[in-house]
DNA sequence: GCTCCTTTGAAGAGG
DNA sequence: CCTCTTCAAAGGAGC
């Protein structure tokens, strides 16, 4: 990470979440305590940002704006770019990019060519997935740093401050057989592929591209596609027929979903989980309980994913995935609620004997958040559950509904919303610190669930607090 | 076979 | 600028 203050070492990635999980007077003194970090992270998620918008190709950020009516016929133009990517970047790819081989510092020794040069003191383990890709595989084309265009300004402080040393551009090619200077000829992304998945130029991808963000139209057998060399398929078939079989290509995933990635294997191993909602819920916890420093890694990481995708596909908008899912959830709850004899307040739906599940401003009598956002009912079991390691919230609802500044008098860090680190969604407006509790205490957090489970109104979401809830003593055991 | 669930984060749309 | 919505992964569950 850029600014990784070798220093305190703490108070970097995200400084998000962890408000939600505390009352509005702990938040006022996490903010507090925690006013230089967030100006440290909103420096940081601003080099971040700055440097997405100053190193992408030239005009990346607007022709993904501009052209994205002309994404239909990407195959070509990606092609085309990729030279272009390909040319802009000859120099520097394997030279002086900020990241030197970034997500190669991700992988477990085994992995790394000399496992004492490792990014850092947080060396995330990785779990192999039961896919056979490598969890973090969908960092790969971007690991060669192909698409940093070695930004002056940034983060060879990363390693610096951190005090080790990169990663050496000569490591990687002994990893995917990419000749340190060829590249340029091949798609980046080739470096995607284990070796045994390698595909020669017939088993590339229609677009050039053989990136685990381009799947399948047709939806759900999105993964193994990479294993079983579905691209020469689907070259075939994109080319010989016609628009509707286009490739789907998938939003870049976030943080939070290379985390997932990473450390599903782990948790389902460990809790003997299957079902994902309850795994996500407990990565979820965990997810909060990690460091700054951690969870910066995979910001870093994200934010990779981001600039590379966006290299691969600057015609590409999340909007054109949009609708592809059948149907939208909020449509549905919208749908109910157009019903004239359902309650929408809180108030009206729980009573007061239930205020347990009120939305927090309904608590404070303000307006009701779920009458707000549609009335939709969120369920506040499920809601409730992700909150599974909290104090008493405030409110159950998702955590972003009722993240508004807690007064009137609530500043948030100075920053810039361009400097905001990934300092999550602007709409959650996570100011406190989760340093304060990393780690609940696993009886609170059986209470918690326990309280939750009683509060429950959900089934199903029910069922899997109780999943969630069983594994957690697994958890709370090996943490 | 499709959709939901569940999580967080990013991006886009709309007010 | 702020809020809301959608999608990204995952795989069992339910219809």
């Given at each position: 990470?850029?600014?990784?203050?070798?220093?305190?070492?703490?108070?970097?990635?995200?400084?998000?979440?962890?408000?939600?999980?505390?009352?509005?007077?702990?938040?006022?003194?996490?903010?507090?305590?925690?006013?230089?970090?967030?100006?440290?992270?909103?420096?940081?998620?601003?080099s971040?940002?700055?440097?997405?918008?100053?190193?992408?190709?030239?005009?990346?950020a607007?022709?993904?704006?501009?052209?994205?009516?002309?994404?239909?016929?990407?195959?070509?133009?990606?092609?085309?770019?990729?030279?272009?990517?390909?040319?802009?970047?000859?120099g520097?790819?394997?030279?002086?990019?900020?990241?030197?081989?970034?997500?190669?510092?991700?992988?477990?020794?085994p992995?790394l060519?000399?496992?004492?040069?490792?990014p850092?003191?947080n060396?995330?383990?990785?779990?192999?997935?039961?896919?056979g890709?490598?969890p973090?595989?969908?960092?790969?084309?971007?690991s060669?740093d192909h698409?940093?265009?070695?930004?002056?300004?940034?983060?060879?402080?990363m390693?610096?401050?951190t005090?080790?040393?990169?990663?050496?551009?000569?490591?990687?090619?002994?990893y995917?057989?990419?000749?340190?200077?060829?590249?340029?000829?091949i798609?980046?992304?080739?470096s995607w592929?284990?070796?045994?998945?390698?595909?020669g130029?017939?088993?590339?991808?229609?677009t050039?591209?053989?990136?685990?963000a381009?799947?399948?139209?047709s939806?759900?057998?999105?993964?193994?596609?990479?294993?079983?060399?579905?691209?020469?398929?689907?070259?075939?078939?994109?080319?010989?027929?016609?628009?509707?079989?286009?490739?789907?290509?998938?939003?870049?995933l976030?943080?939070?979903?290379?985390?997932?990635?990473?450390?599903?294997?782990k948790?389902?191993a460990?809790?003997?989980?299957k079902?994902?909602?309850?795994?996500?819920?407990?990565?979820?916890?965990?997810?909060h309980?990690?460091?700054?420093?951690?969870?910066?890694?995979?910001?870093?990481?994200?934010?990779k994913?981001?600039?590379?995708?966006?290299?691969?596909?600057?015609?590409?908008?999340?909007?054109?995935?949009?609708?592809?899912?059948?149907?939208?959830?909020?449509?549905?709850?919208?749908?109910s609620?157009?019903d004239p004899?359902?309650?929408?307040?809180?108030?009206?739906?729980f009573?007061?004997?239930?205020?347990?599940?009120?939305?927090g401003?309904?608590?404070?009598?303000?307006?009701?958040?779920?009458?707000?956002?549609?009335?939709?009912?969120?369920?506040?079991?499920?809601?409730?559950?992700?909150?599974?390691?909290?104090?008493?919230?405030?409110?159950?609802?998702?955590?972003?509904?009722?993240?508004?500044?807690?007064?009137?008098?609530?500043?948030?860090?100075?920053?810039?919303?361009?400097?905001?680190?990934?300092?999550?969604s602007?709409?959650?407006?996570?100011?406190?610190?989760?340093?304060?509790?990393?780690?609940?205490?696993?009886?609170?957090l059986?209470?918690?669930?326990?309280?939750?489970?009683k509060?429950?109104?959900c089934?199903?979401?029910?069922?899997?607090?109780?999943?969630?809830?069983?594994?957690?003593k697994?958890l709370?055991?090996?943490?």
């Open positions: 990470m850029p600014q990784l203050s070798s220093g305190g070492g703490d108070d970097l990635g995200a400084n998000d979440e962890m408000i939600s999980f505390k009352d509005e007077g702990e938040q006022e003194e996490k903010i507090q305590e925690n006013a230089f970090t967030e100006r440290d992270l909103a420096d940081l998620k601003s971040l940002v700055n440097e997405s918008e100053i190193h992408q190709s030239p005009s990346a607007a022709v993904r704006r501009g052209q994205q009516g002309e994404q239909r016929g990407f195959p070509d133009k990606h092609r085309e770019h990729l030279e272009v990517v390909s040319k802009q970047q000859d520097s790819m394997y030279k002086s990019a900020a990241y030197p081989g970034y997500p190669f510092l991700m992988l477990p020794d992995y060519p000399n496992s004492s040069v490792s850092s003191s060396k995330v383990s990785v779990v192999q997935q039961s896919h890709m490598h973090l595989t969908s960092l790969l084309p971007y060669n698409f940093s265009p070695s930004p002056p300004h940034l983060p060879t402080d390693s610096q401050k005090g080790v040393p990169r990663h050496q551009s000569q490591d990687l090619p002994g995917y057989s990419l000749p340190p200077g060829g590249v340029g000829q798609s980046p992304s080739m592929f284990p070796h045994s998945l390698m595909l130029p017939s088993g590339m991808h229609p050039g591209i053989p990136h685990p381009i799947v399948p139209h939806g759900k057998q999105e993964h193994d596609q990479y294993d079983r060399g579905m691209y020469v398929k689907q070259q075939v078939e994109t080319k010989r027929e016609k628009e509707p079989k286009k490739p789907v290509i998938k939003k870049p976030n943080a939070f979903m290379l985390y997932m990635k990473e450390m599903r294997a948790v389902i460990e809790c003997t989980l079902e994902s909602a309850a795994i996500n819920q407990i990565l979820g916890r965990r997810w309980a990690l460091t700054r420093e951690e969870q910066a890694k995979y910001y870093e990481l994200a934010r994913e981001r600039q590379l995708h966006m290299q691969l596909y600057p015609t590409w908008s999340a909007r054109d995935n949009y609708g592809k899912k059948k149907r939208r959830k909020r449509e549905k709850q919208q749908d609620n157009t004899g359902s309650p929408k307040k809180c108030r009206a739906r009573g007061l004997n239930q205020q347990t599940d009120w939305c401003p309904c608590r404070r009598k303000k307006k009701c958040i779920r009458y707000l956002q549609g009335g939709g009912c969120p369920s506040p079991s499920s809601s409730d559950i992700s909150a599974i390691d909290s104090p008493p919230s405030p409110c159950p609802g998702r955590l972003r509904l009722y993240q508004h500044p807690p007064s009137p008098g609530y500043s948030p860090p100075p920053s810039s919303p361009s400097t905001r680190l990934p300092l999550p602007h709409t959650r407006s996570h100011s406190a610190d989760k340093r304060g509790a990393p780690h609940p205490p696993a009886a609170k059986a209470h918690t669930l326990l309280e939750l489970s509060q429950t109104h089934s199903r979401a029910l069922s899997a607090a109780k999943v969630a809830g069983l594994s957690l697994v709370t055991e090996t943490q």
